[in-house]
């Protein structure tokens, strides 16, 4: 039998959620006009006031905020509340440039972690169950926001944060752990490591909740049947709160976008137009709840598809597809979010040419990424030592921003396709 | 005395030595000592060479990365102990050898071996000094 955390929400009828959110929507881009200086001129620019936006239908009016906003308000620009009001930042992986922080009244924790409590009893979850939380602890809101989710649920909690596999295992094992939370990558080397060591018989998993990073059908079978468990999506950004935003149910055909806290448009990524339910093209999500950081008609950059279709787990609230790709170019790689830009500030910085190669692929199961980099006159030496040292200087420069370990190839001059006089910057060869 | 050493980025791919060798021999270069140093994914070629301006010249025309460095041949016995001696003067010397390798063949009942060092003007003193002689371009048939 199905299970939800909050059910009259979760199952209210159309004309219900609608009401919310016409109601929360007037409410919030008054909130916004009040508070956010910098979203108010945005809206003066293009001539709107919070008395036209009467109800869900005038959304489109309103500006978008893209991640380059973010950038330009950091730290305090888009903030709504006064900061003794705010308990708490996360903010995403990534860079000093590119470095989103995000606040956190005690009631916007409250409703975030209602809805990865949703997340969490849509897979099976109660108060009886062990969530054992692998996603990353501390700025990164994959761990804190299944923690807190998990904690609503009543779910015995264990907080391992990622890393350490003999210690995961051994919890895993024995504390009996019945819910696991963490990037599908993890959870398909966690399932490896578990064959290996001959510990299938002695987990007691039932469920997972697996995301911040993109994974296929086939990885979903993959770990579903190593683990002998159900896999389930969750999706859900920094932006907008964590994980959580929307989740998947029994059906495993999409994740429900929590409508009470977020509206969610699909635009045409080139031209900013609303498009009709079940176009493809880029979702954007106003938040209609948050106090803090309410970003409104945020460009997620993630291309999906949104469906209304009726669902056998009686959930009524809008599905999303598994996000097929991106508007922009970022990577996500080991779940963390790469811009070439980055890569070519490094570069740059280090001495070498612009001119370069990112080759993103999946092996085993883990996500790698490897520059390529034309040598150059000024960086050769004779002294092979003296060539290696640099490299070095390379791959510590490029984790440093990154967060993540980067190999780097030193190839050839010239030797770096380019195809129409442009060169091709990035071949991802994970199939996903 | 010195002699001139050209050093070639080689990227680890099949056929970038080949391609090499065949843009020399096209335009009659001769090598006289080669060497690589290697890691997986890419190496250092080094090669002494009968013209160094011509095939330096060559090479980079073709899109080959370079660079010119200063070594220092020396006359090595070709006994036992010929080598350990030279490098024991060296090493003596508090001098640190980057590099070294062999040139095809000998002369005389002595081999030639190519040393690279920070200061090659220095340790071509200390051999001298030692009675161990260097070997000039021309007695390696350089132009």
């Known amino acids: 039998m199905e299970r939800y955390y909050q059910k009259e929400i979760e199952t209210a009828d159309r004309e219900q959620i609608l009401a919310w959110q016409n109601e929360r929507l007037v409410k919030q881009v008054r909130h916004v006009w009040d508070n956010v200086p910098y979203y108010r001129k945005k809206m003066e620019e293009k001539g709107v006031a919070p008395e036209d936006i009467q109800s869900v239908e005038d959304l489109h009016k309103l500006p978008f905020l893209t991640k380059d906003d973010l950038r330009e308000a950091y730290p305090y620009g888009l903030l709504a509340t006064p900061l003794k009001n705010c308990v708490r930042i996360q903010s995403t992986s990534g860079t000093t440039g590119r470095r989103v922080v995000a606040f956190y009244t005690q009631h916007d924790i409250d409703l975030w972690e209602d809805c990865c409590a949703r997340a969490i009893t849509a897979a099976g979850g109660t108060d009886g169950d062990v ?170 950059r993630d291309i999906c598809v949104l469906t209304r279709e009726k669902c056998s787990c009686g959930r009524t609230h809008v599905k999303m597809s598994k996000p097929m790709g991106r508007s922009d170019d970022m990577l996500i790689v080991k779940g963390v979010n790469v811009f070439p830009s980055q890569i070519e500030t490094v570069l740059l910085e280090q001495g070498y040419p612009a001119n370069y190669q990112i080759i993103v692929d999946r092996v085993n199961n883990s996500d790698t990424i490897e520059v390529m980099v034309e040598m150059t006159p000024e960086n050769f030496s004779d002294n092979l030592g003296k060539i290696t040292e640099m490299e070095k200087g390379l791959v510590s420069a490029l984790k440093a921003m990154l967060g993540i370990y980067a190999k780097v190839r030193l190839v050839a001059p010239k030797s770096i396709t380019r195809s129409e006089g442009k060169a091709v910057r990035v071949i991802d060869k994970r199939k996903i | 005395m010195t002699i001139p050493q050209i050093s070639v980025f080689l990227e680890n791919k099949a056929g970038q030595l080949a391609d090499i060798t065949h843009i020399l021999s096209e335009n009659e270069v001769n090598m006289r000592a080669l060497n690589i140093a ?75 071996m190519i040393f690279r060092v920070a200061d090659t003007d220095g340790l071509a003193a200390v051999l001298d000094k030692a009675g161990i002689g260097t070997i000039g371009g021309e007695d390696l048939g350089l132009h």
């Not at chain 1, 987990?203 to 770990?223: C, N, T």
């Not at chain 2, 041949?73 to 102990?81: E, K, N, R, Y």
């Open chain 1, 131 to 300: 969530c054992h939380v692998c996603y990353g602890y501390g700025l990164f809101t994959g761990g804190p926001g299944l923690n807190g989710g998990s904690h609503k649920v009543g779910c015995l909690t264990l907080p391992m944060s990622s890393g350490n596999t003999d210690r995961q295992l051994q919890f895993m094992v024995d504390l009996e752990a019945t819910i696991l939370c963490c990037t599908p990558s993890y959870a398909a080397f966690l399932a490896e490591s578990i064959h290996e060591r001959g510990l299938r018989d002695k987990i007691k998993l039932k469920a997972g909740i697996f995301g911040a990073e993109a994974w296929s059908e086939e990885m979903r079978q993959d770990i579903q049947e190593k683990l002998g468990i159900k896999a389930y999506d969750i999706y859900g950004l920094t932006e907008t709160s964590g994980p959580g935003v929307a989740f998947e149910c029994s059906e495993q055909t999409g994740m429900h976008i929590n409508e009470d806290h977020f509206i969610a448009e699909i635009i045409d990524p080139d031209t900013g137009e609303v498009l009709p339910e079940g176009s493809k093209g880029e979702l954007v999500f106003t938040a209609i709840t948050k106090e803090a950081f309410p970003l409104l008609r945020y460009r997620t």
């Open chain 2, 38 to 112: 290697e890691t997986a994914d890419y190496g250092v070629l080094r090669l002494i060479v009968d013209d160094a301006s011509k095939a330096s010249a060559i090479l980079l025309e073709h899109g080959f990365i370079l660079t010119m460095t200063p070594v220092v041949g020396v006359a090595v016995p070709d006994t036992p102990g010929g080598l350990s001696k030279v490098l024991g003067v060296i090493s003596e010397a508090r001098m640190d050898v980057e590099y070294m390798y062999s040139v095809f063949g000998q002369k005389d009942g002595q081999a030639c």
